[in-house]
């Protein structure tokens, strides 16, 4: 056989394994444009740069949880992160069932300032606003 007779070969690059491929996980709390200022403005003042608000529940408090914010500096293998505007936020999957579908802002008023948690799953909340049942 001559070359012209010759089957084409088509070539293709040696096929790399990859890792498994986890789809996207939705995020399950949402801060206000108020609230991301906040934050961002407190990270600033405390020269956090490169940091990460981490979102979660704790025991304790009159209802049986309490909302909990923390700045961290490194997050956890098994955290949900995701970004708020340029906000590095994450959330422990244990906090992410109950926080599902929450909305954090902030907000100003006579009795004092600070974040608000509107929280779809919560049963029964305290006055303050910072414990709840679920």
């Known amino acids: 056989m001559d070359e ?3 089957p084409a070969t088509i070539e293709t ?4 394994p990859t890792a498994p491929v986890r789809p996207p996980r939705r995020s ?4 206000t444009p108020k609230a ?9 003042e405390q020269k956090l740069d490169g940091y990460t608000l981490r979102v979660g529940v704790v025991g304790g408090g009159c209802s049986g949880f309490n909302y909990d914010l923390d700045i961290v500096e490194k997050t956890q293998p098994t955290d949900i ?3 708020a505007e340029g906000l590095p936020v994450c959330v422990d999957p244990m906090s992410a ?5 929450t909305s954090i802002d902030y907000v100003d008023g006579l009795s004092g300032s ?4 509107n929280n779809p799953n ?5 006055g303050c606003g910072q414990s709840f049942s679920a």
């Open 13 to 16: 690059p040696a096929t790399q």
């Open 97 to 101: 069932q109950y926080l599902k579908g």
């Open 122 to 126: 919560a049963k029964n909340t305290c």
């Open 4 to 6: 012209r007779t010759q």
């Open 28 to 31: 399950p709390v949402s801060l």
């Open 36 to 44: 991301i200022e906040m934050v961002k403005k407190a990270m600033a």
């Open 81 to 83: 992160v995701f970004e």
């Open 114 to 117: 600070g974040f608000k948690f």
